[in-house]
């Protein structure tokens, strides 16, 4: 959405200084963890240890409120991938059997399980949840280097980024997409939570969030980067952009069709 409606190829910018401004915060987070050690490490407790108990009520829903926000973007986000996948077959037999919210979408079925799932796993305990956890990493690493190493025998610098404008939309339209790329780099605040595992909180947890903030950006970056410069900017799809960039090109669209 960033990239189609906001800033256009200089999404890429905008990925960088969200991804300042995130760093920034981590930096106040591992300086928290420095001053505050042997805790849960949380905002909540952070907060509670700083200011009180009054100011800490509100930033502990307001947590809340982050995650539950955060959970259900990436899975609606992971159901419009499979729908993309499967050539949008998802979406029209939700819609023929369940019919659509307003007229518009029909109700996310494959979200709401993914969410069911995810609570039954973390269910079963840390062990388990970790397991899994790197699991989906090891395939999120796989898709993108797949990503990355197919998708450059289809960039088109000249016609995607020349032609066109790398920005479309000026700096104002770079500051705005990165006032919503931020939103991309949350986070971080749970590697502070391992105050109390970790030998020594006050140089791994710094050094932990700095490290992942960077590694998200390079990642954010190539993405970015791969998807403006296949497809133009006003061809990208809101749904599930990354799958549906090769189909763009005719390649890997629609592999599990219904």
């Keep these: 959405m960033v990239a189609r409606d906001i800033a256009g190829p200089g999404v890429i910018i905008s990925f960088i200084i969200a991804a300042t401004a ?3 915060s981590g930096a106040c987070y591992a300086e ?3 001053r505050v050690p042997n805790t849960s490490g949380s905002a909540y407790m952070y907060s509670y240890v700083t200011v009180g108990e009054f100011i800490a009520f509100f930033i502990g829903w307001n947590m809340v409120l ?3 926000i955060g959970s259900a973007a990436s899975a609606a986000a992971l159901s419009a991938t499979f729908d993309s996948l499967s050539n949008h077959a998802i979406t029209d037999s939700l819609s023929s059997n369940l019919g659509r919210i307003g007229g518009k979408n029909p109700p996310d079925i494959i979200a709401f399980c993914i ?8 269910s079963f305990g840390v062990k388990k949840s970790v397991l899994f956890n790197n699991l989906l990493n090891a395939m999120n690493l796989v898709v993108f280097a797949f990503m990355i190493g197919v998708g450059v025998f289809y960039v088109d610098f000249q016609a995607n980024w020349i032609d066109v404008g790398f920005l479309p939309y000026g700096w ?5 997409g990165a006032a919503t790329c931020f939103y991309a780099f949350v986070g971080f605040d749970i590697i502070a939570t391992t105050g109390e ?3 020594d909180p006050t140089k791994s947890i710094p050094v932990a969030i700095i490290l992942s903030m960077l590694i998200a950006l390079v990642a954010y970056v190539l993405s970015s980067t791969m998807l403006t410069a296949i497809v133009p900017y006003y061809e990208i799809t809101t749904e599930a952009p ?9 390649r890997f669209a629609g592999i599990m069709e219904w």
Aim: net charge negative; charged share 10%.
């Design 66 to 68: 982050e995650y539950l």
């Design 32 to 34: 928290f963890g420095v």
């Design 115 to 122: 969410c069911i799932i995810m609570a039954c796993i973390l």
């Design 172 to 176: 104002s339209g770079v500051f705005s």
């Design 22 to 24: 995130s760093i920034l």
């Design 242 to 250: 990354l799958p549906d960039m090769f189909g763009v090109h005719g």
């Design 197 to 199: 595992e970790a030998n």
